[in-house]
């Protein structure tokens, strides 16, 4: 039960980690954090046993005198713009994001809809030790499609498209289902949507919109002409865009192409977390921007532009916060921006990405059970600390001559990533061969 509460949220395996007497569990201990008083917002993603999940952590709550607004089923970035919109104290999701269908837990906000990170070691401590509060709150249900129709009405005055754009929608069987297709109809798109029927499973390609999921968007994509494709997380707070020839482009293809364009409004700070390409440095530095590391999450995403007074922030795992519009990374939003800076240009996506620079770049997993895996970065510091000069961010970072290596324990799952940049194919798998033989190594010799 340690291993549910991560850097940034609670997450576990459903039924035996994460079921109704530790959700309300959770609950009671958020409750008790906020000194049961307030009122937070709750909601839940498609996945099994939600409503069940929700009911409890609303029990809860409630039972330390918090009081609660409930607004059903609803994607994350919703749920955000309703903590802001509807001055709430907190808000709490229940959702797993991208992770796989038997996997769920509980996402806190704040009230400005952005994540609550600190919130979690202080949880953690009230979840074990047991010392609620007790209190009478109480509960009132909202209609799902009243916090949508507030957040389609304010997006789309914020953010007009030109001229209609053809988009296929993919939102994976999630949270998005159904809504981000009314979303862009209302935004003036040719909307065509697949995986558009929410359910627990998530039967269509599942919550994790991987380039290798995204076959039938991209077929669909050239089968209708469109001018691009927009795939969604299990929440919505991801969002991976498909070009006009069927062609999955990267998160650091996007963040260069949306970075390009938020600094010809405004030459400001631009945010990246340490997985991020240097093809995004180097266009802050052509343009005259300014860079700034951060570590990798989504929590640290809105609180480095704060602090940075940064124009955009974003992580290589498809996360971008553009503040002009909200405080939080939002997948639905961004997909929209996405659309209306294709619509103010003359050529396809296709032949726009044809003037990013070409680049080498692999990321790769190794199993490893949580309660090794920070045991084994630490060792490898150590290590190499003799060696090289490590960034330690998150992680270790260690920077070549014209490659850079990333090495870093996943905050969300039993795994160690290695991510790899090399200015070609050899010089990526050897760095890559490298460095995974000395992670497995180290492993190895801790499980022994």
């Given at each position: ?130 010392n609620f509060i007790t209190g009478n709150g109480n509960l009132k249900k909202i209609d799902s499609d009243i916090p949508q129709e507030e957040y389609i009405r304010y997006i789309t005055e914020k953010i007009k498209i030109k001229k209609p754009l053809t988009v296929v929608i993919d939102p994976g069987n999630g949270a998005t289902s159904e809504f981000a297709k009314r979303l862009f109809l209302d935004a003036g798109c ?190 490898l510091k150590e290590r190499f600390k003799k060696e090289h000069k490590i960034i330690e961010i998150d992680g270790m970072r260690i920077n070549f001559k014209n490659s850079w290596v990333l090495i870093r324990a996943s905050n969300t799952s039993p795994y160690i990533r290695i991510t790899v940049e090399a200015e070609t194919k050899k010089e990526l798998q050897i760095k890559i061969e490298k460095f995974r033989n000395s ?10």
């Open positions: 039960m340690q291993n549910i509460f991560r850097a940034y949220d609670i997450r576990g395996l459903l039924d035996t980690e994460i079921n109704k007497e530790n959700v309300k569990k959770i609950g009671k201990a958020f409750g008790t954090f906020l000194k049961g008083s307030g009122t937070v917002v709750v909601s839940r993603d498609t996945r099994r046993n939600g409503i069940e999940l929700k009911k409890s952590l609303v029990e809860g709550l409630t039972s330390t005198g918090v009081n609660v607004i409930d607004i059903g089923m609803q994607s994350t970035p919703v749920l955000n713009f309703y903590c802001k919109h509807a001055n709430a104290t907190a808000g709490a999701q229940i959702t797993a994001s991208h992770n796989p269908p038997e996997y769920s837990g509980v996402r806190f906000r704040k009230n400005d809809g952005v994540g609550f990170p600190e919130a979690i070691p202080e949880v953690k401590k009230l979840f074990f030790s047991e040719n909307v065509v949507a697949i995986n558009n029927e929410p359910n627990s499973e998530f039967s269509g390609r599942g919550p994790n919109p991987s380039k290798e999921k995204l076959i039938d968007l991209e077929q669909e994509v050239r089968i209708n002409q469109a001018d691009l494709g927009i795939a969604f997380d299990g929440d919505g707070d991801r969002v991976v865009i498909v070009d006009d020839k069927g062609k999955t482009l990267n998160a650091d293809e996007i963040g260069y192409l949306i970075a390009e364009e938020l600094l010809k409004e405004n030459i400001g700070t631009i945010a990246i977390n340490v997985e991020c390409s240097d093809l995004i440095r180097k266009i802050i530095d052509d343009k005259g921007g300014e860079l700034k590391y951060i570590r990798v999450g989504d929590a640290f995403l809105a609180k480095a532009v704060k602090e940075n007074d940064a124009i955009f922030a974003m992580e290589a795992s498809n996360h971008f916060l553009i503040p002009k519009y909200f405080p939080f990374d939002d997948g639905i939003m961004t997909g929209l921006f996405f659309t209306r800076m294709m619509s103010n240009k003359e050529m396809e996506l296709s032949e726009i990405r044809k003037k990013i620079p070409a680049n080498c770049k692999k990321k790769v997993k190794i199993n490893c059970d949580d309660e090794l895996k920070f045991k084994v970065i630490k060792n992670v497995i190594e180290e492993i190895e010799r801790l499980k022994k």
